[in-house]
C-alpha cells in the first residue's frame, strides 16, 4: 500500500514535470519560430540597403564623371569669355605720389590727372603748352584703356583682374604679362612688390604662385595633378643671364634659347620645382641678390634690363588620361625712358640701343600677331625678348600688358611717351577674334 502510495506520488511528479516540459518545449519552439522571423525579416533589409548602396555607388560614379565632364566645359567657356575680352588687352597704372625714389628728395608737384568715366576705362591729361603768339594754352591728353588702375588702387585690386588669366595658364594656355614704363613708375612693385612683402603688399608673381597653389589643390577632386617649375631670367644686352644661379651673374655660363614642339628651353637654366607657394619668397630674394651681385645700384642694373619670370604647369589627369601644359610668363621690362642719345656713350649707349631695339621689337611682334591677315610674318628674331617669348605670343596665348606711370608734373613727358606706346599696343585688341597660328 505504502509502495502503491509512492508510485503514485512519483508519477504524478513526473507528469507535473512532464507538463512543464512541454510549455518549455512550446515556449522554445515560439522562440525559435520569432528569430527565424527577425532573421528573414533582417535578411531583407540586407537585400534592400545592398541594393541603395549600389544605386549610392553608381550615383557617385556618375556624380564624378559629371564633374569631370563640367570641369572640360569650365575650361571651354573660361577660354571663351578671356578671348572675348580679347587675347591681347591693356591695363594702366598710376603709382601714388608719396613715394620716394631710392631715397632721394620726395617730389609731390603732380600732373593735372582726371578719370572722367565710371568704369575706370579713361585716363585724362591736362597740360600747359605755348602757343606760337607766346599765350599759354591747356591741352588735354586723353587715353582709353581696357583699365585703369589709380593711385590708390591695392595690390589685391590689380591681381583681381589678372587672376583669370592666371587660371587660363593652370588650364593650359600661354600667358605674357608685361610690365612697360618708366624707371620708377612702379614696374617691379607691380611684378614683384617689395623684399620681405605682407600678403597686402606681395606683387603679381608671389600673387600668381599662391593662386595655382589653391586652385591646383581643388582640382585634385577632379583628377588633376600639376607640376610647377619656375625659372627668372634677365636679358641684358640681348644677352640672357639666369636670375636663380649660385654664382651670381658672373658664372659665365652662356644661355641659349631653343624652341621645339612648341616648348621653350634655355640651356643650363636653373629651375626650381615649386613645391610649397611660400617658395617664391625665396626665390624673389635670391634674383634681386644675383641682380645686385656685379652692379653698384641694384635698383639701377634691373632698370636697364628685361626680366622674365616664367612658371611652366603641367598638369596631368589620372581618370580621365588628359593633360595639359600651360605657361605663365611675368615680364618687368626695362625702363622706357630714352636716355638723351647724345649723352650717352659706350656702355651706356649700347644698354640703351639693347633696351630701345627690344621694346620696338615688341610692339612690331603685337602689331604683327594682332594683324588679321594670317600670313602677317611676325618678327620674332628681332629681339632676344621676343624670341624667348616666341610660343607664349600669338596664336591662342594671351597677352597682357601694364603701362605703368608716374603721377608727377616732371614725368609728364615720359609718361606721354608710355602712354602713347601703350595705345599703340592696345590698338591691336581689335584684331583678335582671329585665331591665328605661332609663325616658327
Ligand atoms: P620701377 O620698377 O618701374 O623702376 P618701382 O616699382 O621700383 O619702379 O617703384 C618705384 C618706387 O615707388 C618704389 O619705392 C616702390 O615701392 C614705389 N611704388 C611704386 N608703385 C607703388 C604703389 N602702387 N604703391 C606704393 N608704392 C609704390
Ligand atoms: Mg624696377
Not at 84 to 108: A, Q, W
Not at 273 to 293: D, F, I, W, Y
Amino acid at each position: 500500500m505504502q509502495e502503491n502510495t509512492s508510485l503514485r506520488s512519483t508519477i504524478s511528479t513526473q507528469s507535473a514535470n512532464c507538463l512543464a516540459l512541454e510549455s518549455d518545449n512550446r515556449a522554445l519552439k515560439e522562440k525559435v519560430q520569432r528569430t527565424e522571423n527577425t532573421l528573414e525579416q533582417r535578411e531583407t533589409t540586407i537585400l534592400m540597403l545592398e541594393r541603395k548602396l549600389a544605386e549610392s555607388r553608381k550615383s557617385v560614379k556618375e556624380l564624378d564623371q559629371r564633374i569631370r565632364e563640367e570641369e572640360t566645359i569650365r575650361r571651354r567657356l573660361h577660354n571663351t569669355i578671356q578671348e572675348l575680352k580679347g587675347n591681347i588687352r591693356v591695363f594702366c597704372r598710376v603709382r601714388p605720389v608719396s613715394s620716394s625714389v631710392n631715397g632721394s628728395k620726395n617730389e609731390t608737384a603732380t600732373a593735372s590727372i582726371t578719370y572722367p568715366d565710371i568704369e575706370g576705362r579713361q585716363i585724362e591729361f591736362a597740360h600747359a603748352i605755348e602757343t606760337a603768339t607766346g599765350s599759354q594754352v591747356a591741352k588735354t591728353y586723353p587715353f582709353t584703356f581696357d583699365r585703369v588702375f589709380q593711385p590708390t588702387s591695392t595690390q589685391e585690386d590689380v591681381f583681381e583682374e589678372i587672376s583669370q588669366l592666371v587660371q587660363s595658364a593652370l588650364d593650359g594656355y600661354n600667358v605674357c604679362i608685361f610690365a612697360y614704363g618708366q624707371t620708377g613708375s612702379g614696374k617691379t612693385h607691380t611684378m614683384e612688390g617689395p623684399l620681405n612683402a605682407s600678403a597686402e603688399s606681395m606683387g603679381m608673381i608671389p600673387r600668381s604662385v599662391h593662386q595655382i597653389y589653391e586652385n591646383a589643390e581643388a582640382l585634385k577632386a577632379r583628377g588633376w595633378t600639376y607640376k610647377m617649375e619656375g625659372q627668372y631670367v634677365e636679358i641684358y644686352n640681348e644677352t640672357v643671364n639666369d636670375l636663380l644661379g649660385n654664382d651670381g651673374l658672373n658664372g659665365g655660363k652662356k644661355h641659349d634659347i631653343r624652341h621645339a614642339d612648341g616648348k621653350t628651353t634655355i640651356t643650363d637654366i636653373t629651375t626650381v620645382v615649386l613645391t610649397s607657394p611660400e617658395k617664391v619668397a625665396a626665390l624673389l630674394k635670391k634674383a634681386a641678390h644675383n641682380r645686385s651681385v656685379g652692379s653698384t645700384l641694384m635698383n639701377e642694373r634691373s632698370s636697364r634690363s628685361h626680366c622674365v619670370f616664367t612658371l611652366r604647369l603641367s598638369g596631368k589627369n589620372s581618370i580621365t588620361d588628359e593633360s595639359s601644359e600651360g605657361v605663365l610668363n611675368l615680364i618687368d621690362l626695362a625702363g622706357s625712358e630714352r636716355l638723351s642719345q647724345s649723352g650717352a656713350k659706350g656702355d651706356r649707349l649700347k644698354e640703351t640701343q639693347a633696351i630701345n631695339k627690344s621694346l620696338s621689337a615688341l610692339s612690331d611682334v603685337i602689331s604683327a600677331i594682332a594683324n588679321p591677315n594670317a600670313n602677317t610674318h611676325v618678327p620674332y628674331r628681332n629681339s632676344k625678348l621676343t624670341y624667348l617669348l616666341q610660343n607664349s605670343l600669338g596664336g591662342n596665348s594671351k597677352t597682357l600688358m601694364f603701362v605703368n606711370i608716374s603721377p608727377l608734373r616732371s614725368n609728364f613727358n615720359e609718361t606721354l611717351c608710355s602712354l602713347r606706346f601703350a595705345t599703340k599696343v592696345n590698338a591691336c585688341t581689335i584684331g583678335t577674334a582671329t585665331r591665328r597660328a605661332v609663325s616658327k
